[in-house]
C-alpha cells in the first residue's frame, strides 16, 4: 500500500519543474547569447556627432558608452581637450561623471554638457571624447563638433534657460511618459515662469514635480537659481506608431525660451488565444495523440517577431506545435496552430493540466487545457469479449442441466 504523502510529493515536484522551467530557459539563452559576443569591446559615442547652435547656446547631449563584450567592465571616461571659453563635462542629472560600469552586452547613458562663454565667438568646435576601461587594455573615442552661428538668440530668450538630458523617449502607446526638465533663472530678479505645452491633439500634458503626481502651470525661480521640472506626458490609445513633437514654453515679464521633446511611439504589445469553440479540454487515451486547433491573435498595433510556443506538461508526456513558430504576426492578424499531445504510456485514467504559452518578443499570453486520459477502446472489447464467453457458457451450463 502506497504511502498518503507521495501524491503530494508529486505535485510538489511538477510545481517546481513548472515554476524554474522559464527561468533556466531563459538563463541558456543568455549564456549562447554571451558566447557569441567577443571577450571583450567597448565604446562611446554622442546621440549626434555634429550640431549647429546660436551664438551664447548651451548643449546638453546623450552621451551612450556601451559594453559589447562577454566580460563586465569599469570604463573611465573624459574630454581630454576643451576648447577655449568652453565649459564641457560629463554627468548625470546629480554629479559630474568621470567613470561607469557597464555589464557585458549593456549601456549606460551619460551626459554630455557644454556650455560658452560670452566671449566665446561663431565657428566650428570640435570635443574629443575617451573612453578606457580601468586596467587600461581598451580604449575607445568619438567627438562632437558643434557649430556656433553668427546670429545668437534674443536678448530676452538669454533671461530663461531649458535643459533636457534625454529630449527623445521611446515606448509603446500604452506607456506614459516622463520627461526630466531644468529651468535656469538668469535673470538678475527672483522670477514667476509660466508653462505650457502644445503637443498632439487628445494627448494629456502637464507639468509635475519629480516623484510626485500633483500639478503645476507656473514656477517661483530665484536669481540666479534653477529647478527640475517633470513634464509627464499620456498619448491618445488610438495614436499611430511613429514620431511625435511636444514643444514646451517658458516664459514670464522678463524672459521667455521654449524646448522641443519628441515622443517616438512603436505601438502596443498585446497576444491574445484560445480555441475556435472556447472550450480549453481534450480527451485522450495514453500513449496516444490527440489533436486540438488554436488561434493566436495579435491584438496590439505593433508586429510581434519571433512568437514561440512552450508547453508545460505531465512527465514523459510529449506535446507538438505545428507550426512550431511564428517569424512574425502583423497588427490584427490570426493565425491557426495545431497541438498534439500524447500522454504517457504510463498515465492513470483522470484529468491532467497542459499549460501552454505564445512567447512574442515585447508580449505573451498563457492557455490551460484539461486533458482527461481514458481507457483504451481495445480493453472495453475485451471486457465484452469475457462477458460474452461468461454468459455463453452461463447458458451452455443451464441447456445441460435442463436435458437431465
Known sequence: MKPRHVPFLWLFTLCLMVLL????????????KKRDLPQRA???A???TGIVVSKGESVS????????????????????TVPQGWNAKIKTYSFDVTGVHVASDKSKSLTLKLDPQEEVAPGKYVFPITAQTIDGKLTASSRLTVTMKAEGKEKEDKGVNITTSYPVLQGPTDAKFEFSMEVENKTDKETIFNLNAQGPENWEINFKPTYEDKYFSSLRIKAGSSQTVAVAVKPYLLSEPGKYSIKVKVNSELAKNEAELQVVLTGTYKIDMGTPTGLLSLNAVRGKEANISFYVKNTGSA??????????????????????KLDTLPPGELQ????TVTPSDQALVGDYSVAVSAEGEKANKNMELRVTVKASTAWGWVGIGIIVVVLAGLVGLFMSFGRR
Open 303 to 324: 508586429p510581434q517577431n519571433n512568437v514561440r510556443f512552450v508547453s508545460f506538461k505531465p512527465e514523459n508526456w510529449k506535446v507538438e506545435f505545428k507550426p512550431e
Open 46 to 48: 554622442p546621440e549626434y
Open 42 to 44: 567597448i565604446s562611446i
Open 61 to 80: 547631449i546623450d552621451l551612450t558608452v556601451a559594453n559589447g563584450g562577454r566580460e563586465d567592465e569599469s570604463i573611465e571616461v573624459a574630454i581630454p
Open 336 to 339: 491557426q496552430v495545431e497541438l
Open 21 to 32: 522551467t522559464p527561468s533556466l530557459a531563459t538563463r541558456a539563452l543568455s549564456e549562447e
